[in-house]
């Protein structure tokens, strides 16, 4: 029975061989695109709008609310930087 599994072990040996001799060289990776828009969506400008008044940021770091579209503290924010 021992010599029956011989040549069966020196042909798994072979084929396992020649299998990694066959094997591809890896290739140099290809270049990532930049472009994420499929990740992190569309880019939109929003302003945030609260019972009837928009956010503004003060000087001195303080929120608040104020009815004015146009005051000089209320700012646009894109919708990434939230």
Do not use: W
Request: proline residues 6%.
């Amino acid at each position: 029975m021992r010599s029956r599994t011989r040549p069966l072990r020196l042909l798994l040996a072979a084929l396992a061989l020649a299998s990694c001799a066959a094997a591809p060289a890896p290739e140099p990776r290809a270049q990532r695109s930049a472009n994420l828009s499929h990740i992190t969506g569309t880019s939109r400008t929003i302003q945030m709008f609260l019972k009837n008044r928009y956010l503004q940021l003060l000087p001195d770091g303080t929120v608040n609310g104020t009815t004015d579209y146009s005051s000089v503290y209320t700012s646009k924010v894109a919708i990434m930087q939230i």
